[in-house]
């Protein structure tokens, strides 16, 4: 495996190592991943209209889309590798687009961007412009909601992976210094982790203006 980038060379919005690690472990995370959709889904696809445009950002194994899919939502899943976008189509049976978050580029086109334990891997300096991305992408008036485990230092867990683990505060000038958002807030909770423990997330719901 390349060695992972130091903090000091990570300039773009992507971390090597990190893709690596979900490209060959692919099968085996989605063959363990958590059993349902995300608990806060709900309270997303709530605010928004039925038959809403939605963009989900690192969709893993697919079980936010298939859910949202479910629900009569018009649902575009992406993920940055091209694996896990593959365990993603059998899941849903349908194309999954392979895309990093420095590499959107959709402009006024979705409702709502789900974006699940996926930004946690930008590194931190990249996070003000992929957050600008999905703002633009974003219709006026657009949801987006984003979780991250929360911290007060970038850093790697146990299996290399890369996380910028914000503190509430970095989260929330991170996003208001990449757009103008009508409303940003945040919510502190306990979740899971891949490695089994439980640990502090922080759960961002920002709006578009309108």
Same mark, same amino acid.
């Given at each position: ?7 000091? @060379? ?6 090597? !190592? ?5 490209? @060959? ?8 991943? =958590?059993?349902?959709?995300? *608990? ?15 963009? @989900? ?11 949202? $899919? ?7 899943p992406t993920d940055g590798v091209e694996a896990m976008a593959r365990q993603a189509e059998a899941r849903l049976g349908r194309p999954v687009r392979v895309m990093r978050f420095d590499q959107l580029d959709d402009l006024d086109a979705y409702?709502?961007? &789900?974006?699940?334990?996926?930004? $946690? ?16 992408? $974003? ?5 987006? /909601? ?14 290399? =992976? ?5 503190? !509430? ?7 208001? !210094?990449?757009?103008? &958002? ?5 919510? *502190? ?9 439980? *640990?502090? &997330?922080? !759960? /961002?719901?920002? =709006? =578009?203006?309108?």
């Amino acid at each position: 495996m390349k060695p992972p980038a130091s903090h000091a @060379e990570q300039v773009v919005g992507y971390d090597d !190592a990190t893709l690596l690690f979900y490209a @060959e472990q692919a099968q085996t995370y989605a063959a363990t991943a =958590r059993d349902g959709p995300s *608990r806060l889904l709900e309270g997303f696809l709530k605010r928004l209209h039925p038959g809403a445009r939605i963009l @989900e950002l690192g969709c893993g194994d697919g079980r936010d889309s298939e859910a949202m $899919l479910a629900l009569g939502f018009h649902v575009d899943p992406t993920d940055g590798v091209e694996a896990m976008a593959r365990q993603a189509e059998a899941r849903l049976g349908r194309p999954v687009r392979v895309m990093r978050f420095d590499q959107l580029d959709d402009l006024d086109a979705y409702d709502g961007v &789900w974006a699940n334990a996926s930004l $946690l891997h930008a590194p931190g300096p990249a996070l003000p412009d992929i957050l600008s991305r999905i703002f633009r992408a $974003l219709k006026p008036g657009g949801l987006h /909601v984003g979780t991250y485990k929360a911290g007060d230092t970038d850093g790697r867990d146990g299996l290399g =992976r890369y996380f910028n683990y914000p503190s !509430a505060e970095a989260l929330e000038a991170a996003y208001r !210094a990449s757009a103008d &958002w009508e409303a940003i807030s945040i919510q *502190r909770y306990a979740g899971g982790d891949y490695l089994g423990g439980q *640990r502090p &997330w922080l !759960a /961002v719901t920002a =709006r =578009r203006s309108g």
